[in-house]
């Protein structure tokens, strides 16, 4: 039996795929390939995919397991990197396209810049090739059909391909599904996928300085009628955006700056400032994040917003993860109105007491508790909520722990998280705080939820320890670079304190195996199973727990109702006032990117009218 592979070779049922990544002129065109492909077929497929003239001479370079650069130049080259990618089980082969070959051998190929070998130096716009097909990931603000199922494209952040030549649209999941060949511009559009005129397709081009026309070719049948109804609804619903004015939802009830009192600045980030505000109508206190819009602007930041967003909404119905009250904007600023959790975070109270005591007892009817112990746990609780949503949090770590006034803890900081992820699905984004950096993800494996019982693993050895368990003390500066650390990370043994007991090291022994397959809470079926079964978390009544029935080991001190003496005075004592907006600026934003930002719990709709 034969099929077809993703770039349209005919191949045995049988044979082994073997993803490529080709990096070319800011770009990486993704495809599979079948390997037992010869160097030349390579060569003919590169030159396709990246449109390099068929008689112009290309230079291959891949990757090696050292992140150094490898010249392929024949079949015996290319059997050596197949064969080291089939060894290490790499996420695919990584490949640098260079029109040009080097004067000499071992000599750099003209405009050839090594900084494009080192991971996350520059990002790449990815293009997956399928069928002829080159898809690149797209945000589709109004109706858009798939192509193949002939279904709805929506949701937020990137819901679906475009093919930058022929203009088709389709979900993310059915891209590899496409049996047409790519047409390149398909001229006239086809009958079918003619879209009627109120169900134009506009999506935001990636990224912003592509001047392509906007309109793509949705795929729509001919008994997908439009709902009249539900447009004029949607329209009565639109969000009003006027000056200090937010959103408006229904008669009577809207939402903007102006409704709030600012207190106090709480913290601050590269993107964000977050305020201590007061709803002025029924004087709740709230957490305010505010981004300026001038800050978002390339896809990835915009992809950021939208997914925190999308992440808060889903985390109000979790106790151990902060929510959202609302969202809205301004023409300089996107708002979001979150819980104000006034505990403080576990980095300050680290920082105050070192570290947490593995026994701290308490005499109460239930077993003896632990501050690390019960800590651990709500996060787990918190975590496995989050996988069974779709989503990868990826950025665990004491800062983004906070505490309740009871001393519950509660995530924060949804910035860095990847939705959409299955049992068994993988992502492959090079991100995170780096001394929590999974030793997977600097592998360059694709990677899954592993990587945040990595970081659990981590946080708790920091609890128990007082310190990082990659804590580099040196007089070389040599040794003191984020490019060290990671070496540490993939490479050295992590000593456990002998102060620790045998089950505290057995957990932190699991969470920090450097094999995510071995990993504790890894396996796809039984994962979480495996954590609360553990002899560490054995003491714990996990349904009591997730009830929030236990008692903390540990309360805050909390003066009064702000709680402000948890909070670092760096922030406190900042003025709180946002700089007035540059008109100059306005001008340079594209409003039409935040379109829908707009938002307000459902849950708080009839509380927030009735008072």
Same mark, same amino acid.
């Given at each position: 039996?034969?099929?077809?592979?993703?770039?349209?070779?005919?191949?045995?049922?049988?044979?082994?795929?073997?993803?490529?990544?080709?990096?070319?002129?800011?770009?990486?065109?993704?495809?599979?390939?079948?390997?037992?492909?010869?160097?030349?077929?390579?060569?003919?497929?590169?030159?396709?995919?990246?449109?390099?003239?068929?008689?112009?001479?290309?230079?291959?370079?891949?990757?090696?397991?050292?992140?150094?650069?490898?010249?392929?130049?024949?079949?015996?080259?290319?059997?050596?990197?197949?064969?080291?990618?089939?060894?290490?089980?790499?996420?695919?082969?990584?490949?640098?396209?260079?029109?040009?070959?080097?004067?000499?051998?071992?000599?750099?190929?003209?405009?050839?810049?090594?900084?494009?070998?080192?991971?996350?130096?520059?990002?790449?716009?990815?293009?997956?090739?399928?069928?002829?097909?080159?898809?690149?990931?797209?945000?589709?603000?109004?109706?858009?059909?798939?192509?193949?199922?002939?279904?709805?494209?929506?949701?937020?952040?990137?819901?679906?391909?475009?093919?930058?030549?022929?203009?088709?649209?389709?979900?993310?999941?059915?891209?590899?599904?496409?049996?047409?060949?790519?047409?390149?511009?398909?001229?006239?559009?086809?009958?079918?996928?003619?879209?009627?005129? =109120?169900?134009?397709?506009?999506? +935001?081009?990636?990224?912003?300085?592509?001047? @392509?026309?906007?309109?793509?070719? !949705? &795929? %729509?049948?001919?008994?997908?009628?439009?709902?009249?109804?539900?447009?004029?609804?949607?329209?009565?619903?639109?969000?009003?955006?006027?000056?200090?004015?937010?959103?408006?939802?229904?008669?009577?009830?809207?939402?903007?700056?102006?409704?709030?009192?600012?207190?106090?600045?709480?913290?601050?980030?590269?993107?964000?400032?977050?305020?201590?505000?007061?709803?002025?109508?029924?004087?709740?206190?709230?957490?305010?994040?505010?981004?300026?819009?001038?800050?978002?602007?390339? =896809?990835?930041?915009?992809?950021? +917003?939208?997914?925190?967003?999308?992440?808060? @909404?889903?985390?109000?119905?979790? !106790? &151990? %993860?902060?929510?959202?009250?609302?969202?809205?904007?301004?023409?300089?600023?996107?708002?979001?109105?979150?819980?104000?959790?006034?505990?403080?975070?576990?980095?300050?109270?680290?920082?105050?007491?070192?570290?947490?005591?593995?026994?701290?007892?308490?005499?109460?009817?239930?077993?003896?508790?632990?501050?690390?112990?019960?800590?651990?746990?709500?996060?787990?609780?918190?975590?496995?909520?989050?996988?069974?949503?779709?989503?990868?949090?990826?950025?665990?770590?004491?800062?983004?722990?906070?505490?309740?006034?009871?001393?519950?803890?509660?995530?924060?900081?949804?910035?860095?998280?990847?939705?959409?992820?299955?049992?068994?699905?993988?992502?492959?984004?090079?991100?995170?705080?780096?001394?929590?950096?999974?030793?997977?993800?600097?592998?360059?494996?694709?990677?899954?939820?592993?990587?945040?019982?990595?970081?659990?693993?981590?946080?708790?050895?920091?609890?128990?320890?007082?310190?990082?368990?990659?804590?580099?003390?040196?007089?070389?500066?040599?040794?003191?670079?984020?490019?060290?650390?990671?070496?540490?990370?993939?490479?050295?043994?992590?000593?456990?304190?002998?102060?620790?007991?045998?089950?505290?090291?057995?957990?932190?022994?699991?969470?920090?195996?450097?094999?995510?397959?071995?990993?504790?809470?890894?396996?796809?079926?039984?994962?979480?199973?495996?954590?609360?079964?553990?002899?560490?978390?054995?003491?714990?009544?996990?349904?009591?727990?997730?009830?929030?029935?236990?008692?903390?080991?540990?309360?805050?001190?909390?003066?009064?109702?702000?709680?402000?003496?948890?909070?670092?005075?760096?922030?406190?004592?900042?003025?709180?006032?946002?700089?007035?907006?540059?008109?100059?600026?306005?001008?340079?934003?594209?409003?039409?990117?935040?379109?829908?930002?707009?938002?307000?719990?459902?849950?708080?709709?009839?509380?927030?009218?009735?008072?």
């Amino acid at each position: 039996m034969h099929t077809l592979a993703s770039n349209g070779f005919i191949m045995d049922s049988g044979s082994e795929l073997v993803k490529i990544k080709a990096h070319y002129s800011g770009d990486m065109l993704i495809t599979d390939l079948a390997a037992t492909v010869t160097f030349v077929e390579l060569c003919e497929e590169v030159k396709t995919m990246c449109s390099v003239a068929r008689q112009q001479p290309i230079t291959l370079k891949w990757i090696d397991d050292e992140g150094d650069p490898c010249t392929i130049s024949s079949q015996m080259e290319l059997e050596e990197a197949f064969r080291i990618h089939s060894r290490t089980k790499w996420s695919g082969l990584l490949l640098h396209v260079f029109p040009s070959i080097p004067e000499q051998p071992g000599m750099p190929c003209p405009g050839e810049d090594k900084s494009i070998y080192r991971r996350g130096a520059r990002r790449w716009r990815k293009l997956y090739r399928v069928n002829g097909h080159l898809f690149q990931a797209k945000r589709f603000n109004r109706k858009a059909y798939c192509g193949h199922c002939s279904e709805r494209i929506w949701g937020l952040g990137r819901q679906g391909y475009k093919c930058i030549n022929c203009k088709l649209l389709v979900h993310k999941r059915c891209h590899r599904l496409i049996p047409q060949t790519c047409q390149r511009l398909m001229d006239p559009v086809m009958p079918s996928q003619e879209p009627p005129s =109120d169900a134009k397709s506009e999506e +935001v081009d990636l990224p912003p300085d592509d001047t @392509e026309d906007t309109d793509g070719i !949705p &795929f %729509l049948p001919h008994n997908c009628a439009v709902d009249k109804t539900e447009d004029a609804d949607t329209e009565d619903m639109k969000a009003v955006v006027d000056g200090i004015g937010g959103i408006k939802l229904s008669q009577g009830l809207a939402l903007g700056l102006g409704d709030f009192d600012l207190i106090r600045v709480i913290g601050r980030g590269s993107y964000a400032k977050v305020l201590l505000v007061r709803l002025k109508k029924n004087e709740q206190v709230y957490a305010m994040k505010v981004v300026k819009k001038e800050l978002v602007h390339d =896809d990835e930041d915009i992809d950021w +917003v939208q997914t925190e967003k999308h992440v808060f @909404e889903q985390a109000s119905t979790n !106790p &151990f %993860l902060v929510g959202l009250h609302s969202c809205f904007q301004t023409e300089s600023r996107l708002f979001l109105v979150i819980e104000y959790v006034n505990g403080g975070d576990l980095m300050f109270h680290m920082q105050r007491q070192r570290k947490l005591p593995e026994e701290h007892a308490r005499n109460t009817l239930q077993d003896q508790r632990t501050t690390l112990k019960f800590y651990a746990a709500e996060i787990c609780i918190a975590l496995n909520f989050l996988h069974e949503k779709g989503i990868i949090y990826r950025d665990l770590k004491l800062d983004n722990v906070l505490l309740d006034h009871e001393g519950h803890i509660k995530l924060t900081d949804y910035g860095m998280c990847k939705e959409g992820i299955r049992p068994g699905d993988t992502t492959s984004t090079f991100c995170g705080t780096p001394n929590y950096i999974a030793p997977e993800i600097l592998r360059g494996e694709d990677y899954g939820f592993s990587v945040d019982w990595w970081a659990l693993g981590v946080l708790m050895f920091e609890m128990m320890a007082g310190r990082s368990p990659f804590d580099i003390i040196t007089d070389n500066p040599d040794m003191n670079t984020e490019e060290y650390l990671f070496q540490v990370i993939l490479e050295k043994p992590i000593r456990i304190p002998r102060s620790l007991s045998v089950k505290a090291a057995s957990v932190l022994k699991g969470f920090l195996n450097k094999d995510p397959k071995e990993r504790l809470g890894c396996q796809v079926q039984a994962g979480f199973t495996d954590i609360k079964s553990h002899t560490f978390f054995r003491s714990i009544d996990w349904d009591q727990l997730e009830k929030k029935e236990m008692t903390p080991p540990f309360k805050p001190q909390i003066s009064d109702e702000y709680g402000l003496e948890n909070f670092d005075t760096q922030f406190t004592n900042e003025p709180v006032q946002l700089t007035p907006d540059d008109e100059d600026v306005i001008k340079r934003i594209d409003q039409s990117e935040f379109e829908g930002f707009e938002y307000i719990n459902p849950l708080l709709l009839s509380t927030e009218e009735s008072v």
